[in-house]
């Protein structure tokens, strides 16, 4: 099950820096051809990161509610391959990046399926194929998946729907040039307004974190232990949100962060690092491709200092953690990266809540310990010992960590 991290954990902290430096910048405009969209504030900003053990970690308006927009998108995919299986879906709607706007008619010009999922068209045509007898059994649907991927649920904002409804007339102007090409699976007006209602489900970037970590972790949400889809649907989601998630800047999103992830208009951000991290982030200025700002600066710091990008050779050694209770001994093994010493300090501060006795970190086994996954440990250390659970370490890294060294690359 998951817990909340305080502020006084160094992966809340680390996050806090980012949000600290990345407040000051102030470039973008908030979207507002949805006019109930312009009234957000462009100064809020949150960041949230979930891992695969359901550990949450926020910093600034993690908790502030804003409506999905287009991070919808990929979750009511994985819905309509959950129902149909890829084969079917991708008779209706396909996985190529666009290159294009948003919402650009990015329709194939011999069969009128949409591009991908990810833009607005693709998204419409992936809404329509949402089974149910009535509408209201579909948005349900819809609803329901959203809400089990966040792991609790959800609602939607009335005058944000009303707001898209009323003016989102290329979205209906999509839907009629699908259902012309015999593209769409259902009535225009009937996808389109269950498309609004998705984009008007409302979330937080800490919600939006633990959707993101589902995705990250095989389809089971990590903090409530619910499959909510398969491995398979969650991997074939990623994919599509590693080429097209970014819209027309997905290949410049890959070579910087390296992490499948989706944008949306009310400045929602996610990203996911498979088997690591979910991440979110919230800041409603956009930049000129529909991006929010703050959001993609702060995946692009998150990304590199953590060492997150998709493509990065993996350290050798696969790390692995044990707790010998009769030792009192948290033990690591492998290579330590920032996810490995995040789970470290999560196992040190679980046995720090226990009744006192004695608190050993074996670090003998450690093959290799970067930089990232030295510092956080070393806060971890620093803190515990000044709340009175000092921590005895052995192994090579011991005096690293204690302080008593300066800081060099561990060779055994
Ligand atoms: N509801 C919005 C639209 O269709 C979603 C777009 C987005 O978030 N990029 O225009």
Redesign the pocket.
């Known amino acids: 099950m998951g817990d909340d991290h305080g502020s006084d954990d160094p992966v809340t902290e680390a996050l806090a820096g980012v949000h600290r430096r990345l407040g000051t910048l102030d470039d973008g405009e908030v979207?507002a051809?949805?006019p109930e969209l312009a009234r957000a504030d462009r100064a809020g900003f949150g960041l949230a990161l979930v891992s695969m053990d359901g550990h949450r970690y926020a910093a600034g308006d993690a908790g502030v509610p804003f409506t999905l927009?287009?991070?919808s998108k990929p979750f009511v995919y994985a819905l309509a391959l959950a129902e149909l299986g890829l084969d079917e879906v991708s008779r209706w709607v396909g996985a190529e990046p666009s290159g294009e706007a948003?919402?650009a008619i990015s329709l194939e010009e011999d069969t009128g399926r949409p591009s991908n999922a990810m833009v607005?068209a693709g998204?419409i045509a992936t809404t329509a194929l949402v089974p149910g007898a009535t509408p209201a059994e579909r948005f349900e649907r819809v609803l329901a998946c959203l809400s089990a991927f966040a792991g609790r649920r959800l609602d939607v904002d009335e005058a944000v729907h009303a707001s898209?409804a009323a003016t989102?007339d290329?979205?209906r102007a999509l839907g009629y040039l699908m259902r012309g090409a015999g593209s769409l699976a259902c009535d225009p007006l009937l996808a389109t307004d269950l498309?609004?209602r998705q984009?008007a489900v409302r979330a937080t970037a800490a919600d939006l974190a633990v959707m993101a970590a589902t995705l990250g972790n095989g389809g089971v949400n990590p903090v409530t232990g619910e499959l909510v889809v398969s491995g398979e649907v969650a991997v074939q989601v990623l994919s599509v949100m590693a080429t097209c998630g970014m819209?027309d800047a997905s290949g410049e999103w890959l070579l910087r962060v390296g992490l499948p992830a989706k944008?949306?208009?009310?400045g929602g951000l996610i990203a996911v690092s498979p088997a690591r991290f979910g991440v979110a982030c919230w800041s409603p200025p956009l930049d000129v491709t529909?991006n929010p700002v703050r959001g993609a600066a702060a995946l692009r710091e998150l990304s590199e200092r953590f060492g997150l990008h998709l493509m990065r050779n993996p350290a050798p050694g696969t790390p692995t953690l044990d707790v010998d209770g009769t030792r009192g001994a948290v033990v690591a093994r492998g290579a330590l990266d920032f996810t490995a010493a995040e789970r470290v300090l999560s196992a040190l501060r679980e046995r720090t809540a226990a009744p006192a006795g004695p608190l050993v970190l074996d670090l003998t086994r450690v093959t290799v310990l970067d930089a990232m996954a030295e510092a956080l440990l070393r806060a971890t250390l620093d803190r515990l010992a000044a709340r009175g659970r000092p921590v005895t370490v052995v192994g090579p890294a011991a005096e690293r960590l204690t302080g008593r060294h300066t800081v060099r690359p561990v060779d055994g």
């Open positions: 979207a051809y949805i927009q287009s991070v948003f919402n607005n998204a898209e989102g290329r979205n498309y609004f984009c819209y944008s949306g208009v009310s529909g």
